[in-house]
């Protein structure tokens, strides 16, 4: 019975739909609900009362993170929960799928199982976890980093969003500022359903992507501080130019990438120019460079690069040029025995499955820390993700969300160890 038990991949569809209309981009399929805004909080809402009405017990911690647990009648309640999940904030251009998938398929999981009176040993717990994407709040995967340990929810709540808003004051308004202790209880397990968000499972023509690992991440914002002056007067060497510096800095992470190879990507997706205007050399340039490599000594050594290269730009160009540490976190290695349990299941459900490493950040490499981790990965179409366009189809989606089914439940019969 239990090794026949599917997912209802209509309903899964039309929660993932019905979510994404909750802050989505007119014309496009995607949405925009940056952490702790507005629509954050309604997309919150939303898979709360989802939650409620699965009955499940429902938990909110000092940093926001929702929790639901679900029992049922014969389940050890006393027992560490199996818990699965990801986060429902997107970048301010996302998709539908990134990270929704992985909450509302928990969701989908704890549906099946209580409609069809299956009864595992350990509870089942879901969550979303604050801030995943770090777009707005630096550094990503802020709620289950907090939730493990890994940063006090006293400097997590002073954190500084892209606007000047303090991230407490931000969870307090939209009401989701929790009483549950950070750290939290730590799980049994934690799996983690997530879109691929990149081109390797499409391009092989593989259903499922059992993830192994998450690359090293490294962001920093760097601030160049020039002189504003006449664009028209002032001769090009007597120029303390900060947008120049900018596009100097940005030529150069691509060119480190290119250089370095391998795994090694860079990349500087956000400038601030001040004051911004056509006839006006630039005074100061805030911008973000992210770098990511599977192996921490390369990392490491792109980011010895970068700095040598700041410290000569601000000589030769007469700028003063200074890097703040928005985020970085080491590769991260996740348990063999679930990497061999998303195979085992893909392949019991006739399902193509590959070993992949995963080249975004995600909840589950902070849960890697405190309990057995691993990913289940779905197919991008075109490997497009952080764009409106990102979509996996409904087909491909109920089959990362069996597989995830069925590991919970291998994993929740078992006798805790
Ligand atoms: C976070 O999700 C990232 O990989 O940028
Ligand atoms: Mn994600
Ligand atoms: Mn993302």
Known sequence: ?????????????????????????????????????????EGRNLVFT?????????????????????????????????????????VRTGGRFDGNLGVLAGLEVVETLAENNISPFHPIAVGFFTGEEGARFAPDMLGSL???????????????????KRLGDELERIGYRGAAPC???????????????????????????AVDSVQGISWAEITIEGQSNHAGTTPM????????????????????????????????????????????VA???????????????????????LNEFCLSLSESEHVEITSKPLARFEPVSFAQELIDGVIKVSKSLGLSVQQMTSGAGHDAQMFARICPTSMIFVPSKDGLSHNPAEYT???????????????LLQLAKEQSG
């Open 393 to 407: 189809s409904q087909e491909q989606i109920m089959d990362g969300a069996n597989v995830l089914l069925q590991l």
């Open 183 to 209: 750290p939290g209880p730590v799980p049994k397990a934690f799996v983690e359903l997530h879109i691929e968000q990149g081109p390797v499972l499409e391009a092989n023509k593989t259903s499922i992507g």
């Open 50 to 90: 989802w939650m409620e009405d699965l009955g499940m017990e429902i938990v909110i911690d000092g940093i926001g993170n929702v929790i639901g647990t679900w029992a049922g009648n014969g389940t050890d309640k006393t027992l560490p929960p199996v818990m699965t999940g990801s986060h429902i904030d997107t």
């Open 283 to 305: 005074s100061k340039a805030v911008m973000t460079v992210d770098l990511r490599n599977t192996d921490e000594e390369l990392l490491k050594n792109s980011e010895s690069r």
């Open 237 to 280: 060497h007597m120029r303390h130019d900060a947008g120049f510096a900018a596009a100097q800095i940005a030529a150069f992470v691509r060119q480190l990438a290119l250089e370095v190879g391998g795994d090694q990507v860079g990349t500087v997706g956000k400038i601030d120019l001040h004051p911004n205007l056509v006839n006006v």
């Open 1 to 41: 019975m239990v090794d026949t038990l599917r997912i209802n991949s209509g309903r899964l569809w039309g929660r993932i739909d019905e979510l994404a209309q909750v802050g989505a981009i007119i014309g496009t399929d995607g949405c925009s609900r940056l952490a702790l805004t507005d629509e954050d909080k």
């Open 146 to 164: 907090v939730y493990v340990g890994g940063m006090s929810l006293e400097s997590a709540l002073d954190i500084e969003g892209i606007d000047g």
